[in-house]
């Protein structure tokens, strides 16, 4: 910049006072000049009219604000030139209500010129540059953080913990009402959250009612926060509250809830800009809470289906043992097409009937029909003496419906008598049960059938076995035999190493023969992709058992 004065052309070194008349009375920049002494020598129209009482002579001290006279000072005593220029950073201050930039620039004799440059406006778009760049990360980190996890109750209270530490002294989260009831989040000064159900009348919050609804909030300045009652305030603050922003939190077609800040009296009241990123808080927190909510719902939907669609456990009925276990094909599947049942008899002497079946097919569209085949034999429990009357009433049910899978099945009427246990086989196009007797052999019981739910009609051959303490049978469907693994991962398990592990398992109660079964294949697929895994070993038990008249007559062993 070059600025021309009476004795030479000043280049940004040095510098003398400008002739009457020119560029330095006129420029826009207020610019004064002092002297080594800290007195003003001279200021243009610009800086006579931000500094009224800078005027020639005048002590600086008294003319400009204390940090420019200490910037000039520190200028003035700092190292002394040797070429005639001197080098300084400018300083920063408000000057009449705005931000200004000093900039010195040596002149001669000792003075300086500072030229004062307007960057409020520069400070204010940086500041507000500053704060969205803060916002959005926040916005990024909450988002990550509320999607962590899709569990209700910890959702709430991440956007309690959150909206508590970023925007406001203390944060409320309110979900929709169950049973008359708001379960509550509070989080407070302190980063502590807890969580409570109250019973309360949201009207007592002004704009909660409005907001737990969906409506959109009302401004914070209508709300009166000594109207709050105590459930809506946390724990742990140190004032009373000054200022509230009650905002809804949005979900998917429904209220997700509600979100309340709180600041103490001793904090500035909420702004405007800060209201409208509450909102923007409050979208992200509202759309982690519904999906939150939609997968617990979905869960409870899927645990009551599955219920009923997973094999039950089982235990001793009538004097036999039964057990059974059961692997899904994909390890994050709970139910497939493989399948039992065991349906007591109605009293000591009575048959029992078991089922167990496998339907063509993996995953949830297999356990569907599953669960069509299970509610079927149980509505055909009267017939169960009759296996063939069972298997063709099921057949033509299936047959007669949309589904074009089939199924094989294998079904055990199952009563003790006379200290041993009486069966009855019969097998539709499934894999024949095996039976390990005492001294070890393995038996196959030679009962065949045509496949359920492909041919008008079902063939099958029924067959009778007895069991002796401490055998057992073993029902089991072909995701055993055909499991691939081994060293080699491509060789099947197969029947002659079924018959093998189950000939080991002799005199064993029905629960340990069905571990070492599964323990064996699971070991032998390891990790590999593998069909549906199901078993039921029925077993007479080896060991005496205490029976009674009544419950408090004394009772006889019996074998």
Partial sequence: MHVETSEYVYDGSRTTRPAPGTTWADAP????????????????????????????????ADAVPAWLADAHRRFVTATRPTDGERRFGMVRGELAGRSFEARPTPAAAGEVVWWLVDDTELRLAEKALRTEQERTAFLAEASSTLLTSLNVDRCMEVTAELAARHLADAAVVVAPAARRHYPVAYAGPGGVVRRRSVHADPAAVPGLSEALQGFPPVPSRWIDPSLLPEWAVPEGLSQPVGSVVVTPLPGHGVPAGAVVLLRRDDHR??????????????????????????????ASITDTLMRDLLPPSLHQVNGVEFAGGYRASGAAERAGGDFYDVHPGEGPGEESLVVLGDVCGKGLDAAVLTGKIRNTVQALLPMAGDHQRVLDLLNGALVNSHHTRFATMVLASVRRSAGRVRLRLTSAGHPAPLIVRADGGVEEADTRGSLVGVLPRVTSRTVTADLAAGETCLLFTDGITEARGGPLGDELFGDGRLKSALAECAGLPAEAVVERIQMLASEWVGDRRHDDMAVVAITAPRTTHLSAVDGHTRGRFTA
């Fill in 29 to 60: 920049c207020p610019a004064l000049r002092a002297d080594a002494a800290g007195a003003v020598v001279d200021v243009n129209a610009a800086a006579g009219a931000l500094l009224p009482t800078a005027r020639p002579r005048a002590p600086l």
């Fill in 269 to 298: 009241a909420f702004d405007e800009s800060e209201e409208v990123f509450a909102r923007l808080f409050a979208a992200r927190a509202g759309a982690a809470l519904s999906a939150a909510r939609l997968y617990a719902e979905q």
